[in-house]
């Protein structure tokens, strides 16, 4: 089977083609290095040529709420009509956990808007939504930053390992499309507030994390209903705390 993987060599995209490549199937890591532009649409035709499968695990450069519509409208308009062309069976996509319940949320907006260009395409699609990574930790600090610490809200978060993400995509990369959409998530659901601390804790950071119910996630207010799935998800296998046991510690200073 030829797949080719939008985004093969980020953080998802290089885990994909890794696992797929060693269970034997042909597979294109098409990314801006490769020459393949999903804004301009160069390189498209002649990667998707023999393409059964696309992947796409590709990301907007920016996650300001403009930049992100415009590249997930464009880059979704230009893959979508290559693969039309060059009679590809199977989309898969990946999203994220709760998009229509953080509405307030631009980058959530801008994926809502790929996912519907998925669903009017006429491609046999499969598209997963993943809750947040355990790698998008620092980030996460970082939008939460308030002085010397952090504020953060103790709503539930059930983070999820990029390796088993990875898996997931792969996994249905060679299944038949489901023509719907599935869900994935960590394999357990804790406060945020919680996690973070854990997160300080095994980086040996000092900094502290003050619980604030009203602190926004990216400019919205969250509760426990907000960061996990609404109801049946398939569940990552590794845990936050074998993940944090393998991550680098800061050096002392």
Aim: aromatic residues 6%; hydrophobic residues 45%; without cysteine.
């Amino acid at each position: 089977m030829e797949i080719v993987v939008i985004g093969g060599t980020g953080l998802i995209g290089s885990k994909v083609v890794n696992r797929l490549r060693g269970e034997g199937h042909e597979v294109v890591a098409a990314s801006l290095e490769s020459g393949i532009n999903l804004l301009t649409g160069k390189g498209l035709a002649g990667a998707l040529a023999d393409a059964q499968v696309v992947v796409d695990v590709a990301n907007s450069p920016s996650f300001e709420a403009r930049a992100a519509m415009e590249f997930f409208k464009t880059a979704g308009h230009n893959l979508l009509a290559a693969e039309r062309t060059a009679g590809v069976q199977h989309h898969v996509a990946l999203s994220i956990v709760g998009l229509e319940r953080l509405p307030d949320v631009g980058y959530f907006r801008a994926k809502i808007a790929q996912e519907s260009l998925i669903k009017a395409s006429g491609i046999p699609h499969t598209i997963l939504r993943s809750t947040q990574f355990f790698e998008f930790f620092p980030a996460l600090l970082q939008a939460a930053a308030d002085g010397n610490g952090f504020r953060i809200p103790p709503a539930l978060y059930q983070p999820i390992a990029a390796e088993d993400v990875a898996a997931t995509v792969a996994e249905l990369a060679v299944a038949s499309p489901l023509n719907a959409t599935t869900e994935v998530a960590g394999p357990e659901a804790r406060p945020m507030d919680e996690m973070a601390r854990k997160y300080l804790a095994a980086t040996q950071d000092k900094r502290q994390v003050t619980t604030d119910a009203g602190a926004l996630y990216y400019g919205s207010r969250i509760d426990d209903r907000s960061l996990i799935p609404a109801g049946k998800a398939r569940l990552g296998s590794i845990r936050f705390s074998d993940w944090l046991g393998s991550i680098p510690r800061r050096k002392p200073a």
